[in-house]
């Protein structure tokens, strides 16, 4: 048989393929234990979680244990110990300086309070063109009174004839008197409306028209809580009212001094002036008819 011998090309092959396992097997790299590079990672990786795990185990038991505790609402207080507080309060020592400062600043407050009713009242009369005698009308304004004067208030209504309530304001500028309203025409919310009929009682010339027509020196207010102290249910109605019936809400009460007599009835001013001294007042309408018959 003849016999060929391999080339040195094909010789090279076959020891190339016999000897490439080995190779392989060499080129990988080995764990200390043998295993491939990607177990070692995995296993690193799950090492490393359960660990982690275990930190945030440790942290969250460290939060709880050093939470504070739930408030808890105070035991209710026996009797006693109130007794006890309110005796203690009672026996306090009463400052005199603490006093004063109390009534200085209630003082300054109400001074205060009087300034912006005044501004508020200006700018009011500015806006609507009012002369100044319908101004202090609103801003219910009026020269103090000693407790011992009798002033006349005639209860009125908005909704009585304009020409009726001109002629009352005619003879209250003679008197000095006070005409009073309940409520604001068009309701408390609207000042415009009032103003109208202010402006339409206090004219001189009921032809004339703007803010320089002359008004007469009449005190109108809107006072619901005079209406109520004297129990007026019907108007007209005639009161001598002792002191200031002008003053604002929060300087009167309920036991504000209020007349001894109301006068009701369509009539004129004299005609009930006369009337309230037949039912005990005549002192207190003395000056108001020598007033009167002076005209």
């Known amino acids: 048989m003849p016999i060929c011998r391999r080339s040195i090309t094909r010789r090279a092959l076959l020891l190339g393929i016999a000897f490439a396992p080995a190779?392989?097997?060499?080129?990988?790299?080995?764990?200390?234990?043998?295993?491939?590079?990607s177990d070692n990672a995995r296993t690193r990786i799950e090492d490393q979680g359960e660990a982690a795990l275990e930190r945030v185990k440790r942290s969250v038991g460290k939060t709880r244990a050093s939470a504070p505790p739930s408030?808890?609402?105070p035991?209710?207080?026996?009797?006693?110990?109130?007794?006890?507080?309110?005796?203690?309060?009672?026996?306090?020592?009463?400052d005199p300086a603490m006093a004063n400062r109390v009534q200085s600043n209630v003082a300054a407050a109400r001074a205060a309070l009087a300034t912006e009713r005044a501004v508020a009242s200006h700018q009011i009369?500015?806006?609507?063109?009012?002369?100044?005698?319908?101004?202090?009308?609103?801003?219910?304004?009026?020269?103090?009174?000693d407790g011992r004067?009798?002033?006349?208030?005639?209860?009125?209504?908005?909704?009585?004839p304009v020409e009726t309530l001109r002629t009352y304001a005619g003879q209250l500028e003679h008197v000095g008197g006070v005409?009073?309203?309940?409520?604001?025409?068009?309701?408390?919310?609207?000042?415009?409306?009032?103003?109208?009929?202010?402006?339409?009682?206090?004219?001189?010339?009921?032809?004339?028209d703007g803010p320089a027509c002359a008004m007469r020196d009449v005190q109108l207010i809107v006072d619901p809580l005079i209406f109520r102290q004297h129990g007026v249910t019907q108007v007209p109605a005639l009161a001598m009212?002792?002191?200031?019936?002008?003053?604002?809400?929060?300087?009167?009460?309920?036991?504000?001094?209020?007349?001894?007599?109301?006068v009701l009835g369509d009539a004129a001013l004299s005609g009930l002036l006369e009337e309230y001294g037949r039912l005990g007042g005549k002192a207190e309408v003395q000056d108001a008819l020598a007033r009167m018959a002076r005209r």
């Not at 035991?75 to 203690?88: C, L, M, P, V, Y």
């Not at 408390?188 to 004339?208: E, F, N, Y």
């Open 23 to 37: 190779w392989l097997q060499a080129s990988e790299p080995q764990t200390p234990a043998g295993q491939p590079k």
């Open 71 to 73: 408030p808890v609402l």
């Open 75 to 94: 035991a209710k207080t026996d009797a006693a110990s109130q007794r006890r507080a309110f005796e203690g309060m009672s026996r306090r020592k009463h």
């Open 125 to 145: 009369a500015q806006a609507l063109g009012l002369e100044r005698p319908e101004e202090e009308a609103l801003a219910g304004v009026m020269s103090a009174n």
């Open 149 to 160: 004067k009798r002033v006349p208030v005639l209860f009125v209504s908005s909704s009585m």
């Open 179 to 208: 005409m009073a309203f309940r409520g604001m025409s068009g309701g408390m919310r609207q000042v415009a409306p009032m103003a109208k009929l202010s402006a339409a009682i206090l004219r001189i010339d009921p032809g004339c």
């Open 241 to 262: 009212i002792p002191g200031d019936p002008t003053k604002p809400y929060c300087e009167r009460d309920e036991t504000s001094p209020r007349a001894a007599h109301l």
